[in-house]
Structure formats: structure tokens, C-alpha cells
């Protein structure tokens, strides 16, 4: 067992004399989560005893004042000790947001992150050199997940339609479900390694592709390394393995004037630009994320003037 999990084990809940507020609840987690170092520990205790006590931030400042009862203080012990171990708040309430979008996730899926919204935002700045955002578009999202990429782009292109495929069974049913109570119905989804399933021509393709080097993901945080799926994260011995199929696979994919987005791992940008020209694609400057990291690699079928590579 890992040793955030063993610390995590031996805590029990914070207790008194007397029942304790929802408040003094949330400060003691918060100062248990802070001492195991975890990030954010107010806003990770905040969350988790929202979510046990099935109260929103409105309704848990409502409440704060309110003592709770045992079950509900097991209730949320039981939520802080999955987070003492390490397990990302994300996974232990089952949803997270990406692009203002609530998304299910489960253990068959990424947790989605803010810098992936880096390859949405690509992704637009691109389509809008061609046209506008409202003509008739074709997506394809190579390792879909939870369908977050998509699903972001479809609520921003009114008259797209799009495509997920996933290796993983379990992965679709989430993005499906994600689709569903979006009221996304331009989705499908096929079940297919990256391309594989896929016939024609498409204007968009992106990809969050497995980029971590092989031997780099003992090295992971362990939320990372112990609870996203494994084949989402390992992308070879120099992590480029998913890069050079997806180049190898564009040209036939994309429109005479499609693009490919995907998402890069620190230090890769001129890597993989390089595979995407070595296809015959024209790769764009690349575009930085919040924290000036380049993340997202733009490559197109053809050169668009002031984008030369």
C-alpha cells in the first residue's frame, strides 16, 4: 500500500464532546488535508463535505453553523480518507468540470484538467481563419474519455457534428452519458484504437494522446500515477508512440483544409511538429497553456498565411 494511503488510514474523524458544525468539519479536514501536504485543502475539504452532506457552496455556507449528526460525520470521514490517500477529489465525488461543462468521470477515464481547455481554445482560433463557427463541421476526437474535448467544441460549434472513439467500453459509456445529459446529441462514439474505425473526411481532429514517457510515470503525483488508467498515460519509451500514429493517420483523415489539434507534454512541442511535417502536414507555431507550458500543436493540411510553421 502506498504511504499517503497508510498516513490516510490511521486518521479518524475530527470528534469532540459535542456534535461539531459543518463549519468546524470542513476547517479540521482542511487542516488534516494541509498537514498530509495536499493542495488546496480548503477547497478539497469544502467539496467533499459538500458533497457527503449532498449540499451546494450556497447551501453549505447556509449550513455552517448547523452540528451534524454521527452518520453524517462518517459520512464525510469516509470521503476525507479517500483524499488523505491521495484519490483525486474529482474521482471521489464522480464529476468535474471542464469548459464551464459538468462532466461524469469514472476510473475508466482521465480526469479532465485545465490545461487541456488550451486544445479547445486551439482549436476555435483555428476553425475561425477558415469561417465562420457556425458552418457545418465534422469532428473527430482520437481517445475520447470522458468526451471532454468534444463535448466542449460541439457547445461552441452550433452546426458540428463529432465523434469519439476510445479502446475502452467503460470510457464510452461515461462520454455518452456526458453527451446525453448535456443534450448533446451531435455525438457518437465508436469503440476502436484512435482511427481505426474511421472512415472519411473530417475538419477537425483532436487528440489528447498518452504522452508520458514510460519510465517518467513512477515519477507521477499520485493521484496521477495510481489513479488514472494506465494505457491514457504511457505513451512509450519516449512518449511520442500515439504522436507518430496519429501523423501517420491524418493526412487520409482530414479535409483539404482540416486541422489536427493535439495536446503536447512539456518539452515535445518541436518533437512533435517535426512527425506531424514529416507527414505531410504544416505544423503551426504552438500554443502555451496558463503556466507558458506549449500545449497544444496545431497542423494543417495546407499553409494558412501568417501561420507558416
Not at 97 to 123: K, N, Y
Not at 141 to 156: F, H, N, Q, R, V
Not at 217 to 238: H, M, S
Not at 271 to 293: E, F, I, M, S, T
Request: aromatic share 4%.
Amino acid at each position: 500500500m502506498p504511504q499517503a494511503a497508510k498516513a490516510g488510514a490511521a486518521v479518524t474523524p475530527p470528534s469532540s464532546a459535542k456534535a461539531i458544525t459543518v463549519a468546524e468539519a470542513r476547517r479540521a479536514w482542511a487542516a488534516k488535508f494541509r498537514a498530509c501536504g495536499i493542495d488546496s485543502p480548503e477547497l478539497d475539504a469544502r467539496l467533499l463535505v459538500g458533497h457527503a452532506l449532498g449540499l451546494d457552496h450556497a447551501g453549505l455556507a447556509a449550513a455552517n453553523a448547523r452540528r451534524l449528526g454521527v452518520e453524517e460525520e462518517n459520512a464525510i470521514a469516509a470521503l476525507a480518507q479517500r483524499r488523505l490517500a491521495r484519490e483525486p477529489v474529482a474521482r471521489i465525488v464522480g464529476m468535474k468540470e471542464f469548459w464551464g461543462l459538468q462532466l461524469s468521470i469514472d476510473a475508466e477515464t482521465l480526469v479532465p484538467r485545465p490545461e487541456t481547455e488550451t486544445i479547445v481554445e486551439a482549436a476555435l482560433a483555428a476553425i475561425e481563419i477558415h469561417g465562420s463557427r457556425s458552418r457545418p463541421l465534422c469532428i473527430a476526437d482520437l481517445g475520447t474519455g470522458s468526451g471532454a474535448i468534444l463535448l466542449a467544441l460541439l457547445t461552441e460549434l452550433p452546426n458540428a457534428f463529432g465523434i469519439g472513439t476510445d479502446l475502452s467500453p467503460g470510457a464510452l459509456v461515461i462520454a455518452r452519458d456526458n453527451a446525453r445529459r448535456l443534450g448533446l446529441n451531435r455525438a457518437s462514439y465508436a469503440a476502436c484504437d484512435l482511427a481505426a474505425a474511421l472512415r472519411g473526411r473530417f475538419d477537425i481532429v483532436v487528440s489528447n494522446p498518452p504522452y508520458v514517457a514510460s519510465r517518467d510515470i513512477a515519477n507521477l503525483p499520485p493521484e496521477v500515477r495510481l489513479f488514472d488508467p494506465r494505457r491514457a498515460l504511457d505513451g512509450g519509451a519516449d512518449g511520442l508512440d500515439v504522436y507518430r500514429r496519429i501523423a501517420a493517420a491524418a493526412a487520409a483523415l482530414l479535409a483539404p483544409d482540416g486541422i489536427l489539434v493535439v495536446e503536447l507534454g512539456a518539452g515535445q512541442a518541436e518533437q512533435v511538429a517535426a512527425l506531424c511535417a514529416a507527414a505531410g502536414l504544416a505544423p503551426w507555431p504552438p500554443r502555451p497553456d496558463l503556466n507558458k507550458v506549449l500545449r497544444a500543436l496545431v497542423a494543417g493540411m495546407l499553409q494558412v498565411k501568417g501561420h507558416e510553421a
